[in-house]
């Protein structure tokens, strides 16, 4: 039998979305025109963090010439929430953060509903504003959900009524109090990793038609069309089949569009005035306030250590800032209690992570889900154990490295892992033991910084992919799922994984964004999963084509199907070398007989896949007994940098990043998301933090106060890197890396600052300030 | 308010069109003339994503009124590449410069600019020149590369 060498998986191409994006052809949700009868929404927002509504008075609103409605809390008295239904369409008596949606105007154009907006008279009585997750825990701290404990909730979750805790994950593993005991070594210490925000360039951006009969149709820039269709139909009392959700091209999505925010205000206005279409986008300062935000860490670590530099026990208390809703952040809080060990052996495990109510604006998923809040602490301590102890940090994590076959915290096997071979190869490109040139300038220092990192995906135990492949008469085919496009190149694997399978060019290959009423189901595009899940679900939809192809030309050719290939859109036979019928003779049409019928049809190929070995049932004391992650992926970073002592300014003049991709179906597209991770890293490490007054205003909602990295912050040399150990369930081997690529910049940047002056610093981002300061300090 | 009508030329065509004195050309352009290439991403002139043509020079179309265009010339991405896609467009693509490609039509016109006003920049001038067009995807180096690639085979 013909053996055959992968075409198209492993190869680099061009993006499949690349020409549509470069014209400036892709249409994203605002690029819709939705008609002369489309409405506009003006968002009363709340001037208190906190706060009783006494009244709303809307009489002077509605009076207005060309105003269709107004929304306020009682017309949707619903709560909603992906895993906690905390969250409120719009709140009914009491509003949690400041910058929330507390009504809405809908008129015929957006002077009249921004004018009419603040005719609506709305008396509030302040509560006390809570900042801080270790204020919120406090015995005597206001409660800012007093009834949590008749909030509906996934079983996995254990929300703790009369207190502001939305939910607690726990891991207990040996004994570490014992194990601390027998320790050479231990080190505690607090990080706090602060607020950030996603800050894709598309703003949230939702639009909505309910018609009289029931449907309602909305457009949305979103990771998560069915979760979203799902939270919405349930939230509003509508059948699953009567609500669509289209979702064309997202401008950036990084966890903000996952699951459901600004979406039901759109839905909510939309069906205040049935037969109009409403769009809401929102302005770069509303998207500050009112989608979500990475949650703020506050971790206290302890870990133990023999001489030789086994780690013996880590205890891990990670205090989260959930802000005033846990609907999905409590799943991060949960997520990464689980893993909060990093990508080590460690016998003897304690962690408690909280998720904790205070009055910042809700935070949710962002890329990386907590690792990269929790990675700063345990990196940061990394480096400070192993040279307390007298040992290389990259050797020290080299030695604790996790490898296959070793129990995670939660009791279950590690599977295959490349993490040894991601940190060599890293040490390797950043010259690791070969310290920095330092430049003849006296007040510039260089230095080196190291971080290991793994990540799972956060999903239920039942998230699941399914695709539909349909051919067409030419023999191209277009391929339905709802993964979605955000830019890390899904629709290129995609192709790339049928295109192998069917041995098509991908010239021939469309895929198709998300329309839940055509495309088949997809949990959500986060958790870095989409490539093994949605992938899995491609490559049996594209082997179910194959089977009805080879059963079609079996059948009217007299040959064995065992006999017969596909190579480049024909079908050729291993015994006959002439013969060859390309796809487009018999896909639609079938085969003709000698006596004139045919054989076959429409080749339409479906797949699916969900996990089946996955359960979120675990003890809740302890954490164990279930199988609550599908793999790791690991990784490993490291920076060289240069300081100026002067100024304080960092400067990343080199970067490294590996991770084990398992197989990379497109290597080139693999390698763009670790630069581009690593960038937004950056980000965090050295300028991002979103800054709160006392009274719970966000002080920097724009890019002038709230910086991002530019092209000219970024590191000249990059050099990302591809470790390919196979993941056994993945398609081709492959499994994801895209959120990881963030994960070791905070930690690997802090460590090479000490690494560089002698300061450790516990909180990014690192700016001047704080490195000014601290040596200022440390001259004391 | 009173609206205005204004005349200018857009992508090599005159158009008039009604305006109000508060209207800001991006919303002009996108949601009056259908052109949607420009993007909204701040509104303050912060993330470059609206940039496109006036006379010649980039402008933020987020900040600019549609009063102030009258009589002159605005070429946007659909403009540019009327004759088929340009070498740098060919060389973004080829490069696979974009990710969600929201900032790529501002990006295209930014660097359209600096590669008419200097047409052998080196690495320094183009990450300069694109400082203030923000993308949250890429990390720049792969637009960076694609800019440099065009001007070796120039
Ligand atoms: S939208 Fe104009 S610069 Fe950002
Ligand atoms: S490609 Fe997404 S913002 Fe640049």
Redesign the pocket.
Known sequence: MKTFDLKYVGHDAVRIDGLE?ITGSAKYVDDIDLGPATLYASILRSPYAHANIKKIDTSKAEAVEGVYAVVTGKDFPYRYGLYLKDNYVFPLDRVRYYGQHVAAVIAVTQEIADEAAKLIEIEYEPLPVLQNPLDSIKEDAPLIHPDLGNYEVVPWLYPQPGTNIAHVRKIRKGNVEEAFKEADFILEDWYLVPHVVHA???THVSAALYTPDGRLTMWNSSQSPHTQRNIIAHSFNLKHKDVRVIAPYV??GFGGKAGVNMEVVAAACAMKVPGHPVKIRYTRKEEFYDTSMRQELHAFIKIGVKKDGTIVALKHQLYWDVGASAEYGSNVVNATGFSAIGPYRIPNVWIDSFAIYTNRPPCGAYRGFGYSEFHFGIESHMDRVAKAIGMDPVEFRKKNAIQEGDTVAYGVKMGPTGIKQCIEEVAKAIEWGTPSEQPKEPNKVRAKGFAAVWKAPAMPANESSAAFIKFNEDGSINILVSGMEL?QGFLTAMAKIAAEELSLPLEKIRVELPDTDRNPYEWQTVASHVTWSCGNAVRRAAIDAKEQILNTISEAYYIEKTNLYLEDGKVKSYTKPDFEIPFEKFVIDGVQMEDGTFRGGPILGKGMFMPEFTSAKVNPETGQGGHPNVHYTTGAGAVEIEIDTETGRIKVLKMAEAFDAGKAINPDIVKQQITGGFVQGLGTALYEEVKFSEDGRILNPNFTDYKLPTALDVPREMHPIIVEVPQPDGPFGARGIAEHTMIPVMPAVANAVENALGIRIKNPPITSEKIIKALLESKK | MESKEIKFKLNGKIVRTEVKPYDKLLEVLRDKLGVKSPKYGCGRGECG?CSVLLDGKTVRSCLIYAVEVDGHEIVSLEGLQANGLTELQKSFLKHNS???????PG?VIQVTELLRENPHPDEEEIREYISGN?????GYNP?VDAVLDVIKNK
Request: glycine content about 18%; charged content about 15%.
């Open positions: 994006k894709p360039i598309e401008g950036g830019g | 994503a974009f990710q969600c490609g929201f900032c790529a990006m923000l993308c949250r995807c890429t637009i």
